[in-house]
């Protein structure tokens, strides 16, 4: 393919602004008064912003998607060689006022690599596949990484499926209800390497009228 023969001689670089400006349409989604946001997994507002990322801007680049039993969503542009995709992501919830950018930069960042290959033509050597991993913060459903930790066998779906939030609804019937339940075959198996791209966000450095901060120390999840 001439394209990518071209694409080889020259920097390829995404498009900033419109990485920003998607990140921004995406904190409207449960955006609250200090710009943070607030999307409890399978909620309304996260299942408005899967819609969106889904109907509008996946399918709009033309991109297989798929969806597995525990709602993670795949979308995959095809390679010149059918082997395990490269796979990037995250996930699109978020603790309750929450950083606009943790877990979702992962995920548009990711999306940004797509458009920046359909935009220039490009076909990749192998497949490239979004991913966006279901209750991944385990804010309303404990534990955290809940779905990512199902399909690599870290958690049993069915005990999963039974973890309730503070209105006593279980994972599996908000799962029922979103709409996004779908096939346990299309779990991803193998991939030939996964990148995230990930920030976490927290008050102290804003309270403190500091731009920039060394990090001592993070949470442990312990399961």
């Known amino acids: 393919m001439k394209e990518c023969h071209d694409a080889k001689k020259k920097k390829l670089s995404i498009n900033g602004e419109r990485l920003k400006r998607t990140l921004e349409t995406f904190a409207d989604f449960g955006r609250t008064e200090n710009n943070g946001v607030t999307r409890f997994s399978l909620s309304k507002t996260d299942i408005a912003a899967r819609d969106y990322f889904v109907s509008l ?50 995920v548009l960042s990711a999306l940004e690599v797509a458009r920046t290959l359909v935009d220039h033509h490009i076909k990749p050597k192998i497949p490239f596949t979004i991913v966006d991993f279901t209750n991944e913060e385990g804010a309303r459903f404990d534990p955290a990484m809940m779905c990512s930790g199902i399909i690599s066998g870290k958690f049993e779906k069915a005990d999963m499926l039974e973890t309730k939030d503070t209105d006593g609804i279980t994972f599996g019937e908000a799962l029922d209800a979103s709409g996004y339940k779908g096939d346990a075959e299309n779990r991803l198996k193998n991939a030939a390497a996964y990148l995230e791209l990930h920030i976490e966000q927290g008050p102290v450095l804003e309270s403190e009228h500091l731009k920039i901060g060394v990090v001592e120390g993070v949470v442990g999840m312990v399961n």
């Open 57 to 106: 801007l996946l399918k709009q680049l033309g991109m297989t998607v798929k969806v597995d039993d525990v709602a993670n969503i795949y979308a995959t542009l095809p390679g010149e060689e059918d082997r395990p995709p490269l796979v990037m992501g995250s996930h699109l919830d978020s603790v309750k006022k929450g950083g606009r950018f943790d877990g979702v930069l992962g």
